[in-house]
Nanobody, 127 residues
């Protein structure tokens, strides 16, 4: 059974930082892209960031570019999301997904895959 488990969410003041982790079990995603989405209260789920299987290519939503950094440790089957300069509008449930592939050269990023999802971790940014 494939499982993705997120951790690292919590309450933080505006301007603060959090680091989210997503650990996969049940199969390896070392040859697959992985990524993060978020869903704010009353809104649709939005793409946040993706990383290629090599880790050499990363993709971000415009709203987080320059503030968030996605990375991975394929040996640990884990993907991370470092979130800096957090804003109240970043408040959402953050979920990881795999596999996640981004169409090369697409803008905004067009993606596909997303066979597996974690349950999410809540990030709350207070003003």
């Amino acid at each position: 059974q494939v499982q993705l488990v997120e951790s690292g969410g919590g309450l933080v003041q505006a301007g603060g930082s959090l680091r989210l982790s997503c650990s996969a079990s049940g199969r390896t995603f070392s040859r697959s892209g992985m990524g993060w989405f978020r869903q704010a209260p009353g809104k649709e789920r939005d793409f946040v960031a993706a990383i290629s299987w090599t880790g050499g290519d990363t993709f971000y939503a415009d709203s987080v570019k320059g503030r968030f950094t996605i990375s991975r440790d394929s040996a640990k089957n884990t993907v991370y999301l470092q979130m800096n300069s957090l804003k109240p509008e970043d408040t959402a449930v953050y979920s990881c997904t795999a596999p996640l592939e981004v169409v090369a050269g697409s803008y905004p990023p067009r993606y596909y895959g997303m066979d597996y999802w974690g349950k999410g971790t809540l990030v709350t940014v207070s003003s």
